[in-house]
């Protein structure tokens, strides 16, 4: 089945240690998005790539970085993880203007 | 840039009532309105959307009725079944992508 699978499922790193989280989909979509989600809140836009193109969102902070070395995969590099960037992290994908995407299963990260 | 308001933040309902979650928005430019559930340790599923040259849209037991002027969306849970219990997020924004900004949810609880 077509999906986005999004490894691991659970990070545990320490403050400060770079920590690198890894997204694929089968889907064939030219958008992938990479969004933060704390508990009990929405889920917030980090930023996304339209097909090679970076889109970076104004308030994300530069720990926060991102590769998309071809269609299927994506990562998320945090570069030196505080105990406030401990959350669910998610990606998903979409067609351009084929509106609400698919999101993958999430990777809940840990900051000892 | 856009704000999304959503009430009620929870809400409980005995299984067979119908269930209603209401969003506003501020930014009129927006014009796609995704509603998404998201059970506990899942990423989110979009469940229905609408855009904005359609009032009403309707899926089985789900439907969401869409006010431009006002600028007031809302989901229509008939028929519940504790399987719909979830937190349910509405968003608005441009038509394209992902690019939508999310209200805060709305934990919903079906009792049997």
């Known amino acids: 089945d077509a999906m986005v699978i999004q490894n691991p499922r659970y990070q545990v790193t320490q403050f400060g240690k770079p920590v690198t989280l890894s997204c694929s989909q089968t889907?064939?979509?030219?958008?992938m998005y990479w969004y933060q989600q704390k508990s009990s809140q929405a889920p917030k836009l980090l930023f996304h790539?339209?097909?090679?193109?970076?889109?970076n969102e104004a308030d994300t902070p530069d720990n926060f970085q991102s590769r998309r070395p071809n269609t299927s995969f994506c990562f998320l590099d945090i570069r030196s993880p505080g105990l406030g960037d401990a959350a669910m992290y998610l990606c998903?994908?979409?067609?351009?203007?084929?509106?609400?995407?698919?999101f993958g299963p999430g990777t809940r990260l840990t900051v000892l | 840039g856009e704000n999304v308001e959503q009430h009620p933040s929870t809400l409980s309902v005995q299984e067979g009532d119908s269930a209603v979650i209401k969003c506003t928005y501020s930014?009129?430019?927006?014009?796609?309105f995704p509603w998404y559930k998201q059970e506990l340790g899942k990423g989110p599923q979009l469940i229905i959307d609408?855009?904005?040259?359609?009032g009403e849209k309707k899926d089985q037991r789900i439907a969401v009725t869409l006010n431009k002027t006002a600028k007031h969306f809302s989901l229509h849970i008939t028929e519940t079944q504790p399987e719909d219990s979830a937190v349910y997020f509405c968003?608005?924004?441009?038509?394209?992508?992902?690019?939508?900004?999310f209200g805060p949810g709305t934990r919903l609880s079906v009792l049997p």
């Open positions: 998903a994908t979409s067609r351009v203007l084929q509106g609400g995407g698919i």
């Open positions: 889907l064939n979509h030219n958008v």
């Open positions: 790539y339209y097909d090679k193109d970076f889109n």
């Open positions: 930014d009129s430019a927006s014009n796609y």
């Open positions: 609408i855009r904005s040259n359609v």
């Open positions: 968003a608005a924004g441009p038509d394209y992508g992902q690019n939508f900004v």
